[in-house]
């Protein structure tokens, strides 16, 4: 079975194929309008070759959209399925970008690349075997990330019981 990045991207490559073939003519069909005797002026001769390869200027124009939009597939599919590694400067760009541009934020980047609790925590013990952290530091950044994970779920289950309230208030 054919993956769907390898479809999405023959699609893209055979629009673009399509899209120069179809720029060819219409360089060709343009040029033989020159061969008709036209006025020399530039206005004319533009207009001249406009008109003759009008058709074939639509067809470039809708293959070039095609193009762009198998384009566009192929890389959010890419995206979709592409291992992310997960880095607290990496979430923390993530995040700048969707303050900055709000429409980013529908994609949840900064949620997929924020390392887990889980792999804080074992990168600590890999910081603390290697002797990197004495063991007074492994425990008090453990603590505080204990402290931090905790603080999350507190959070989260206040907005839960926040929106049950909510749900109950508005109930006929």
């Known amino acids: 079975m054919v993956s769907r990045h390898r479809l999405r991207f023959s ?3 055979v629009t673009g194929i399509l899209m120069v073939g179809a720029g060819l003519i219409e360089l060709f069909e343009g040029l033989s309008a020159l061969s008709g005797g036209i ?9 001249a070759m406009l008109s003759a390869a009008a058709e074939w200027v639509i067809a470039v124009i809708v293959l070039g959209l095609f193009a762009g939009l198998f384009l566009v597939a192929t890389a959010a599919s890419i995206l979709r399925t592409a291992s992310i590694p997960r880095d ?4 923390s760009a993530a995040q700048w970008l969707e303050r900055r ?4 934020g529908t994609f949840d980047v900064s949620e997929r690349v924020a390392p887990t609790t889980e792999e804080r925590r074992q ?6 075997v ?3 952290l004495s063991e007074a530091e492994f425990e008090r950044r453990l603590a505080r990330l204990m402290d931090a994970r905790r603080g999350a779920f507190t959070s989260l289950r206040r907005l ?4 049950r309230r909510r749900r109950s208030l508005n109930a006929p």
């Open 11 to 13: 699609g893209f490559v």
């Open 39 to 47: 006025p020399a002026t530039e206005e004319f001769l533009l207009v």
């Open 88 to 91: 607290d400067r990496l979430a």
């Open 101 to 104: 541009y709000p429409a980013l």
């Open 123 to 128: 990168e600590l013990e890999e910081e603390y």
């Open 130 to 132: 290697s002797g990197e």
């Open 160 to 163: 839960d019981g926040r929106s």
